[in-house]
């Protein structure tokens, strides 16, 4: 396997075969593959060295990430045309020595623009992230989740070396500082999504104020089961990310009203929003959102060309938000015709809020009361 062991020629031949046989078959390639090997525009490939360059190309657009790692390695000019080809690539396949995998393709890989090294178990030391941000200067999606062994080493090379990014996945990578993540924003101003799921030291006030300074294209953050999260840092995002469209907040335990309040003002793109186990919301927070959501709704004539339900917010989870109460949740139901209650739809989740049983989006009411205009037959 690459990163495990050389390059083998019955890897190669391997390789090569794997490469034909998806060329033959999806690459326009007129005759498939016999002993005579391919013909294309008059040329015979009856070995690896016979591809041209153009045709490798389109090959690799097609086949598996590993495939092409191994199809790198057979010459220069295939590790040339390949290297500087690949825009994404995926290593989350790669459950053994992915650091080491990555040190030796990073100075070749040049142009990526997406990358993953999502693990099932940690792999990725800083050495890793610092050869990609010294040579991968394009990226613009990074996903390093679950790599618990990186430090804030990790976080300064990126913010050095890759300031295109618009995507990073940091979920679950617990050693990160707020300091660390401050500095970061600095740099990569162009971040649009960013998950700092379970980042419980990276994710404070101080660096969300960060991110409402310097990251103001924002529009999903994942902030799930970041305790150290409160009404400051909340509202210095609303203020500062106002085409905000999707945050995750749940199960940071500090925040209250206030952040919901600065969400429903100042973030009018807000399409989804998770407050699951934040038992400081009250009917207040929602109350503010239904008067957010009357004041800035669509003109008339933009709701008769069904526009109106296309606003506003389209999930909401409240699960275990044991202070809420029926009527402001109704309220907020009957406002945004988006949040449905009925089966199959939930897009309005209240798990664990038995006081609020009596809650029902409009559909659900219609259907109910179609229900009970069917006669039923006499016994």
């Known amino acids: 396997m690459v990163g495990e062991a050389k390059l083998r020629s019955e890897d190669l031949n391997q390789c090569f075969e794997k490469l034909m046989m ?36 389109r090959i690799g657009s097609l086949v598996d990430d590993r495939t092409v790692i191994m199809a790198s390695g057979v010459c220069s000019g295939w590790r040339d045309a390949l290297c500087l080809g690949l825009t994404h690539l995926s290593l989350s396949w790669c459950k053994n ?14 142009k990526l623009e997406t990358l993953v ?19 991968c200067h394009d990226l613009q999606d990074l996903d390093l989740s679950k790599s618990f062994r990186l430090s804030d080493r990790s976080l300064y090379a990126l913010a050095h070396g890759c300031p295109k990014l618009t995507k990073l996945n940091i979920s679950g990578c617990t050693s990160f500082s707020d300091g660390a993540l401050e500095y970061l924003t600095e740099f990569c101003q162009k971040l649009k999504i960013l998950n700092l799921c379970g980042c419980v030291k990276a994710a404070t006030d101080l660096a969300l104020q960060a991110i409402g300074r310097n990251c103001i294209q924002l529009q999903s953050l994942n902030l ?27 199960g940071c335990i500090c925040i209250t009203d206030d952040s919901v309040i600065a969400l429903a003002y100042r973030c009018l793109q807000l399409r989804s929003l998770g407050l699951y186990y934040c038992r400081n919301i009250t009917d207040r927070a929602m109350y503010s959102l239904v008067h957010s959501r009357v004041k800035n709704k669509p003109p008339m004539w933009q709701s008769m060309k069904g526009r109106c339900n296309e606003e506003g917010l389209k999930s909401l989870n409240i699960s275990q938000c044991t202070a809420l109460t029926p009527p402001a949740v109704q309220a907020l139901c009957d406002s945004f015709p988006a949040l449905h209650t009925c089966s199959g ?20 009411v219609q259907a109910h009361r179609t229900m009970s205009s069917i006669p039923h037959p006499a016994h």
């Open 117 to 135: 090294l999502r693990q099932d178990k940690p792999q990725l030391e800083d050495n890793a992230v610092e050869a990609i941000a010294n040579y």
């Open 224 to 250: 799930g089961w970041c305790e150290n999260v409160g009404d400051l840092g909340v509202m210095s995002l609303a203020y500062g990310c106002p085409d905000l469209r999707t945050l995750d907040l749940c």
């Open 97 to 110: 020595n992915m650091n080491n995998l990555v040190l030796s393709l990073a100075p070749k890989f040049t």
């Open 22 to 57: 998806v060329g033959g078959g999806n690459s326009g390639i007129g005759g498939g593959i016999s002993q005579g090997g391919v013909k294309m525009e008059g040329v015979v490939i009856t070995e690896w060295k016979d591809i041209p360059m153009e045709l490798l190309l």
């Open 345 to 364: 739809r939930h897009s309005l989740v209240m798990s664990g809020c038995l006081n609020l049983t009596s809650v029902h989006c409009a559909c659900a």
